[in-house]
T-cell receptor, first 113, second 115 residues
């Protein structure tokens, strides 16, 4: 089944404790992206990647890191999480050549205490 | 379900009615627009897209209208069904007519369909 998977789905952590949210897709998509979703703010893009080793900042990259060492994986790293990073996070991937059919993962709900 | 719809515009319709959801976009350089549907507890799902060289595009039960003069986008859903109840987001991009690159989402509209 074609899908985007994220792990963990739920995470409670404390300020300053490094964490990684994994994202994996099995559709051989070149494009992958991370978003955060907050009440009343819609989805805001954190980082995106056009291909392996090619990443760029979205609208809200501060406090986040990403890497794209393999086509299928695009982990989101919070080196020193803070309470304002409490949010719902979505990973997405898309076919090459454009098109709006971004496939979204199920989401990861993060609470930073 | 997920609390992603606080303070969002809402639209309530009766089953069978047509729905129109509106979106004002911000960047006059945007050349690609997408509508997404998000059901409670799920990630956004692609509905329909349109490029800036078009002003109308139709899909199955859905139509997207683009007015570049006033930077306005609308989604029309014909014969709305209870399964259409969700939060609807518009998104814009200026990546040469694709959704690659930076994608900016609107705040969303909650659609509730009453049987």
């Amino acid at each position: 089944e074609a899908q985007v998977t994220q792990n963990p789905r739920y995470l409670i952590t404390v300020t300053g404790k490094k964490l990684t949210v994994t994202c994996s897709q099995n559709m051989n998509h070149e494009y992958m992206s991370w978003y955060r979703q907050d009440p009343g703010l819609g989805l805001r893009q954190i980082y995106y990647s056009m291909n392996v080793e090619v990443t760029d900042k979205g609208d809200v990259p501060e406090g986040y890191k990403v890497s794209r060492k393999e086509k299928r994986n695009f982990p989101l790293i919070l080196e020193s999480p803070s309470p304002n990073q409490t949010s719902l996070y979505f990973c997405a991937s898309s076919f090459p050549g454009g098109g709006g059919t971004q496939y979204f993962g199920p989401g990861t709900r993060l609470l930073v205490l | 379900g997920e609390s992603v719809g606080l303070h969002l515009p809402t639209l309530s319709v009766q089953e069978g009615d047509n729905s129109i959801i509106n979106c004002a976009y911000s960047n006059s350089a945007s050349d690609y627009f997408i509508w997404y549907k998000q059901e409670s507890g799920k990630g956004p799902q692609f509905i329909i897209d349109i490029r800036s060289n078009m002003d109308k595009r139709q899909g199955q039960r859905v139509t997207v209208l683009l007015n570049k003069t006033v930077k306005h986008l609308s989604l029309q859903i014909a014969a709305t069904q209870p399964g259409d109840s969700a939060v609807y987001f518009c998104a814009e991009s200026n990546a040469g007519g694709t959704s690659y690159g930076k994608l900016t989402f609107g705040q969303g509209t909650i659609l509730t369909v009453h049987p």
